[in-house]
């Protein structure tokens, strides 16, 4: 019995199941149903999201003229999600698992040459006051971007800094807290430790162990109904909020070619490690209906260059540099809105030089039923330094249950 087919039985079996189960009534976007034991001592949300997406490519010739390329069509992404507490309500659970071919690719030895199904697998243990015990396999606490989910962004996809310098997820422990410095202002605190090397890995760890710690600021206080991790104005905040924080990461004896992300990098005699740094600067704003969000992001490590045991090169290289990020967008009263965002990332490809890339890109969506339903499409110019510029359609749908 193949893994698709046991989550499939699984989830049948659950279905069946909730009909022993009070049953809350439950809305659009809001689960397909939420189960609750009769005696209150567990709860379950199962709910399931996809998107259906089309790209078109384009690229300049030597004549100045956009030729097309290769277009897609896909399922993005395809989810099933599943949370609640376990025994009492400080301690809540997360399990996400993905689908789609493209939510599952990344299968290899080091995953035992299984599909990388499962995304979150997690506890979350409020065991005193302000404080939060994680444990499991989630996300990092990165960039924002990052950690804002890939079904609540304010257009088609993340932006190239992402794709270049986020961390992703990974398994280890997070300790979460957070403090009132004043009736408003609040100061949240973020420390983990993991594997380094990413999710569903099942043979490591082949290098050290990674670091990362996160403060955010909240000045004004909180962003309604957690805004502060999710792409536009939709609540329009009636008062202006504001999110700024600051997020280090240490990957001890990283041996992946951007931290615990990318390829690994062999040797002669198994890896090549090497102390990787990150780190990532991000702001969040909104006020009636507009949005912006910045981020920056720099990555650099002790040695770059990977080598065999006597100092050849291996021709793998960890990716150091830097991105920004910025992003706006302006919400309308009928749940349209239009956004724009300017992303450059300069990576130090110390063979051939810098390559730095630039990307403008100008965004519509519809918010049919906020995040849960709509409809988004963008268009991105991109240029790559020696390299042809680049003109990218996209258009996507998004509905959650």
Same mark, same amino acid.
């Given at each position: 019995?193949?893994?698709?087919?046991?989550?499939?039985?699984?989830?049948?079996?659950?279905?069946?199941?909730?009909?022993?189960?009070?049953?809350?009534?439950?809305?659009?976007?809001?689960?397909?149903?939420?189960?609750?034991?009769?005696?209150?001592?567990?709860?379950?949300?199962?709910?399931?999201?996809?998107?259906?997406? $089309?790209?078109?490519?384009?690229?300049?010739?030597?004549?100045?003229?956009?030729?097309? &390329?290769?277009?897609?069509?896909?399922?993005?992404?395809?989810?099933?999600?599943?949370?609640?507490?376990?025994? $009492?309500?400080?301690?809540?659970?997360?399990?996400?698992?993905?689908?789609?071919?493209?939510?599952?690719?990344?299968?290899?030895?080091?995953?035992?040459?299984?599909?990388?199904?499962?995304?979150?697998?997690?506890?979350?243990?409020?065991?005193?006051?302000?404080?939060?015990?994680?444990?499991?396999?989630?996300?990092?606490?990165?960039?924002?971007?990052?950690?804002?989910?890939?079904?609540?962004?304010?257009?088609?996809?993340?932006?190239?800094?992402?794709?270049?310098?986020?961390?992703?997820?990974?398994?280890?422990?997070?300790?979460?807290?957070?403090?009132?410095?004043?009736?408003?202002?609040?100061?949240?605190?973020?420390?983990?430790?993991?594997?380094?090397?990413?999710?569903?890995?099942?043979?490591?760890?082949?290098?050290?162990?990674?670091?990362?710690?996160?403060?955010?600021?909240?000045?004004?206080?909180?962003?309604?109904?957690?805004?502060?991790?999710?792409?536009?104005?939709?609540?329009?905040?009636?008062?202006?909020?504001?999110?700024?924080?600051?997020?280090?990461?240490?990957?001890?004896?990283?041996?992946?070619?951007?931290?615990?992300?990318?390829?690994?990098?062999?040797?002669?005699?198994?890896?090549?490690?090497?102390?990787?740094?990150?780190?990532?600067?991000?702001?969040?704003?909104?006020?009636?209906?507009?949005?912006?969000?910045?981020?920056?992001?720099?990555?650099?490590?002790?040695?770059?260059?990977?080598?065999?045991?006597?100092?050849?090169?291996?021709?793998?290289?960890?990716?150091?540099?830097?991105?920004?990020?910025? &992003?706006?967008?302006?919400?309308?009263?009928?749940?349209?809105?239009?956004?724009?965002?300017?992303?450059?990332?300069?990576?130090?490809?110390?063979?051939?030089?810098?390559?730095?890339?630039?990307?403008?890109?100008?965004?519509? $969506?519809?918010?049919?039923?906020?995040?849960?339903?709509?409809?988004?499409?963008?268009?991105?110019?991109?240029?790559?330094?020696?390299?042809?510029?680049?003109?990218?359609?996209?258009?996507?749908?998004?509905?959650?249950?």
């Amino acid at each position: 019995m193949n893994s698709a087919y046991r989550t499939m039985v699984l989830l049948l079996f659950l279905i069946q199941a909730s009909h022993a189960q009070e049953t809350a009534n439950t809305s659009f976007g809001k689960g397909i149903f939420n189960i609750v034991a009769k005696d209150s001592t567990w709860s379950m949300k199962i709910a399931t999201r996809m998107q259906i997406l $089309s790209v078109f490519n384009y690229e300049k010739n030597t004549n100045g003229e956009f030729i097309n &390329q290769p277009s897609d069509f896909a399922i993005r992404r395809a989810r099933l999600k599943f949370d609640g507490f376990a025994y $009492s309500p400080k301690l809540e659970y997360k399990i996400e698992l993905g689908l789609s071919n493209q939510d599952i690719s990344g299968g290899s030895i080091y995953t035992g040459n299984a599909p990388r199904y499962i995304f979150d697998a997690v506890l979350m243990w409020n065991f005193y006051e302000n404080f939060e015990l994680w444990l499991g396999q989630t996300k990092l606490p990165g960039n924002i971007e990052r950690v804002i989910s890939s079904g609540n962004l304010q257009q088609v996809d993340r932006s190239l800094l992402n794709r270049s310098f986020n961390i992703d997820r990974d398994m280890g422990i997070q300790l979460r807290h957070k403090t009132n410095l004043s009736k408003k202002f609040l100061m949240r605190e973020i420390l983990a430790i993991s594997q380094g090397e990413g999710r569903n890995i099942t043979v490591g760890n082949f290098g050290g162990y990674q670091y990362t710690t996160r403060l955010e600021l909240l000045p004004f206080g909180t962003f309604e109904s957690g805004g502060d991790y999710s792409g536009a104005d939709l609540k329009r905040e009636e008062k202006a909020k504001l999110l700024l924080a600051v997020t280090y990461d240490f990957n001890n004896n990283a041996v992946k070619t951007r931290s615990n992300q990318g390829s690994y990098m062999l040797n002669d005699t198994g890896f090549f490690e090497t102390n990787i740094n990150s780190l990532f600067v991000d702001a969040m704003f909104k006020y009636q209906g507009f949005s912006f969000m910045g981020e920056y992001a720099l990555r650099n490590a002790d040695d770059a260059l990977a080598k065999n045991a006597d100092g050849t090169l291996t021709g793998d290289t960890v990716e150091v540099g830097s991105g920004l990020n910025l &992003q706006s967008g302006y919400l309308f009263e009928n749940n349209w809105e239009v956004s724009g965002r300017y992303t450059n990332v300069t990576l130090d490809e110390i063979s051939i030089g810098e390559r730095i890339e630039n990307q403008y890109t100008v965004g519509l $969506s519809k918010y049919i039923v906020g995040h849960k339903l709509k409809v988004q499409t963008d268009l991105s110019y991109l240029t790559i330094v020696n390299n042809p510029d680049e003109l990218m359609y996209r258009l996507q749908v998004d509905i959650h249950f």
